[in-house]
């Protein structure tokens, strides 16, 4: 299981999105990547690997795009056990033939890049054992040392047993682009109580509990000035869990997204 995916703390756990043609994301999410149906209506689909329901989606084809100046979805991570799990999806996506947008050994991690038919971005990521998290001497990661090649040899040719690559698949981590780096650091900070883990020249910085290496991440690549409207395609909210709250709540985070966070049962 991951070491820094359980809810004695609150972490995200399912990302919902606005979606304007359900069936063609159904169909990606289930026959590209290989994602396990949790539940279907007609109006949304909760998919995840078959142990974590980590993703929902919504039909709502009446949305509009997100604005370019609108703080929105960057990525969000499905992080697998396994290398050979990573190996099996990768191999996968190139026997389908499916765009790769990219892939990097960050060190902390190996992670591989794309975007769904509806533009939100999926990073399939395995982590490294901390004792390879490069870290600067006040303690917080060092995001200049993340950028070494992507070993795509040692995954293309790698084997794997015959079972799905997501088994036990969680959502690793969530990455935004927001209009303002200075007020969602005292949101995460003060109100959700997370822990900076790395600050990349003030363009974006990295959060986490449990001492992971991040489980949010908001950026500034790009002319972002306004909040994230309601009613948009693409993130609709982010559900936290957790054991030690006191009761379920919704917070909005200075970029306009929703988290929704849940009281469970530990």
């Given amino acids: 299981m991951h070491l820094y995916h359980n809810t004695t703390q609150l972490i995200p756990t399912q990302i919902h999105l606005n979606v304007k043609n359900i069936q063609g994301l159904t169909s990606f999410y289930t026959d590209i990547l290989g994602l396990f149906v949790h539940e279907k209506t007609e109006d949304t689909v909760i998919l995840g690997s078959n142990q974590h329901p980590f993703l929902v989606l919504h039909h709502t084809p009446t949305y509009l795009s997100v604005g370019t100046h609108e703080s929105h979805l960057y990525h969000f991570a499905i992080l697998v056990n396994e290398p050979f799990q990573l190996a099996n999806v990768l191999q996968r996506l190139v026997s389908k033939r499916y765009p790769i947008d990219g892939a990097s050994d960050h060190q902390i991690s190996h992670a591989v890049y794309l975007t769904d038919p509806e533009g939100n971005g999926i990073e399939l990521a395995y982590d490294r054992d901390s004792s390879y998290w490069p870290r600067m001497n006040n303690q917080l990661l060092d995001g200049q040392a993340m950028i070494k090649p992507f070993d795509a040899d040692l995954y293309l040719n790698m084997k794997y047993p015959d079972e799905a690559w997501h088994h036990h698949a969680v959502l690793g981590h969530v990455h935004f682009h927001s209009h303002d780096l ?85």
Avoid at 243 to 264: H, M
């Fill in 182 to 266: 200075e007020a969602t650091d005292a949101f995460m900070v003060n109100t959700l109580m997370y822990k900076l883990t790395m600050n990349l020249n003030k363009q974006a910085q990295f959060y986490s509990v449990l001492d992971y290496h991040h489980h949010l991440g908001f950026n500034r690549w790009g002319n972002y000035k306004v909040p994230l409207e309601e009613n948009k395609l693409g993130i609709k909210k982010l559900v936290f869990e957790s054991s030690s709250i006191d009761e379920n709540k919704t917070l909005i985070d200075p970029n306009g997204f929703i988290f929704e966070l849940r009281k469970v049962s530990q």
